[in-house]
């Protein structure tokens, strides 16, 4: 009983101190980081300590009051403190608290009595869980039980709980953890045309995203190649992929074997390499995503391993776009960068890490990076025309101008279409009819051009010569038709 009179006696969050105000906020932060393990991350780097709410407001440790539009993370959507609720609440604590499922309970058949009345027609049943986590547990158990197929098909950028199975299904590598990989999950892209992940247009796309679950990526890159199966295998594929190393050869309830081959994800590093992992603690950050120490152990740009320690996002950071070739132009241009494809990173749109990039599959090879400022516009910019960034310069002479003039002259120019795109006519030449160039990057079997409109240049530059000398021509022959000089002028 005085264990119980010592904890009656706490006041609210303050743990009995009776403090209030700032003094008070700091110590049970404090605390909160002593006892409390630092996994259970909060927001904002002051976090806020609620003590109480009323309906859709709450009040911080200090007396200010905000409108929470948090609610728990959704669950708390009938308001805090509803006078009916608490005295439901209370009534049933003063009765029972709890018995385990053991044993029936009233309110728990009512309550599943009155979920299945607010079902569409049906032999509805209701099993109660405590969380989201077990939810997803028990769905997955219950449909692996009643089909006899293993395999689970979940989407990327997805959150589905905190259990092992929960993270395992998860398709954002920041809530996933090492240890967490179970055999049978594939992870494909979401439907999500308002940003498609294949940069396609629906349904000229022919349902794309889907058709990616049979040659899934899971949420750390790992690539899962699917072979045609045997046909006593049905539909489930038979697949060589690369798998954790205490995966064993797995059988399905139809007795396909799924071979499995370990391998390392090339953007990231095994632990081992990466060390003894920091003793700093991981936070939420303001977007939900995590900051501090999230446990990643990856591989830095000059190709040694670290353990991923993440800022929040800040406005300060955002997605510009790389220079890319100084010019280009037409199929084909784009070039292995060995940068991971983009997804959902856009120019323009804040961003986490400084220095990130990744390659947004641009014909003019240019890539987006994290930075704090366009790094075009930074001193020396984009390297098309500044000195700087040139070697072996040579200024054209009136012969070179000539040359370039007559070999522009002699270009076969010709009216086409491209293949992967016939409905537009285009204007050009074809590589094949032209003699080595500067206006060919043979390299790249494209037109250059930048050198194609700079000989077009030195074109217009050598008949505004030519045309000069004429005009010089013309007015000293009219110098010398003056009055009484006809002969002359004849």
């Not at 446990?295 to 220079?323: F, H, K, M, Q, V």
């Not at 100084?326 to 494809?341: F, M, T, Y």
Request: aromatic share 8%; proline share 6%.
């Amino acid at each position: 009983m005085n264990e119980m009179n010592e904890m009656n006696g706490m006041n609210g969050m303050n743990g009995g101190t009776g403090m209030t105000g700032r003094d008070g906020t700091d110590q049970v932060i404090a605390r909160k980081k002593r006892y409390v393990f630092p996994n259970v991350a909060t927001f904002y780097a002051g976090p806020l300590v609620l003590e109480r709410g009323e309906g859709r407001t709450v009040w911080d440790s200090e007396g200010r009051s905000y409108l929470d539009f948090f609610v728990g993370i959704l669950t708390t959507s009938i308001g805090h403190a509803h006078p009916h609720f608490v005295k439901s609440m209370t009534a049933q604590v003063g009765k029972l608290v709890h018995t385990s499922t053991l044993y029936i309970n009233r309110p728990m058949v009512d309550m599943a009595e009155r979920l299945a009345a607010l079902c569409p027609d049906g032999d509805w049943k209701t099993f109660f869980t405590n969380s989201g986590t077990e939810a997803n547990e028990t769905a997955i158990l219950l449909s692996r039980v009643h089909t006899g197929h293993t395999e689970v098909i979940a989407l990327r950028h997805s959150y589905h709980g905190r259990s092992g199975l929960a993270m395992a299904l998860t398709g954002n590598a920041t809530w996933r953890h090492v240890g967490t990989e179970f055999a049978g999950i594939r992870h494909t892209h979401n439907a999500y045309c308002f940003r498609c992940p294949f940069r396609a247009t629906y349904p000229e796309c022919d349902l794309a995203c889907p058709e990616g679950a049979h040659n899934p990526t899971d949420a750390c890159g790992r690539v899962h190649t699917c072979e045609c199966v045997p046909e006593d295998c049905s539909d489930v594929p038979q697949c060589e992929f690369e798998c954790p190393a205490d995966t064993h050869n797995p059988v399905d309830a139809r007795g396909c074997t799924h071979t499995c081959e370990c391998a390392p994800d090339s953007g990231d590093c095994t632990d081992e390499e990466c060390g003894p992992a920091p003793m700093c603690p991981a936070y939420e950050c303001d977007d939900g995503s995590l900051g501090g120490c999230t446990g990643r152990c990856y591989r830095l740009t000059d190709d040694s391993c670290g353990w991923e320690i993440r800022n929040c996002p800040s406005d300060a950071l955002r997605w510009y776009w790389t220079c890319g070739d100084p010019v280009c132009g037409g199929p084909g241009g784009h070039r292995e960068s060995g940068l991971p494809e983009c997804t959902t990173e856009e120019a323009g749109e804040p961003c986490t890490s400084e220095g990130a990039s990744c390659d947004p599959m641009d014909d003019c090879n240019a890539h987006l990076i994290c930075a704090r400022s366009d790094p075009r516009q930074e001193p020396g910019g984009c390297p098309i025309s500044r000195r700087e960034f040139k070697r072996d310069i040579h200024y054209l002479t009136p012969e070179d101008r000539a040359r370039f003039s007559d070999e522009i002259m002699d270009m076969r120019l010709a009216t086409y279409r491209y293949r992967d795109a016939p409905d537009r006519l285009r204007l050009g030449f074809i590589i094949e009819d032209q003699e080595p160039s500067v206006s060919i990057d043979a390299g790249r079997d494209m037109v250059d051009l930048y050198g194609y409109v700079s000989m077009a240049v030195a074109t217009l530059q050598r008949q505004s010569e030519e045309i000069a000398a004429l005009r010089l021509k013309l007015e000293e022959l009219n110098a010398r038709c003056a009055p009484g000089e006809a002969a002359v002028c004849q």
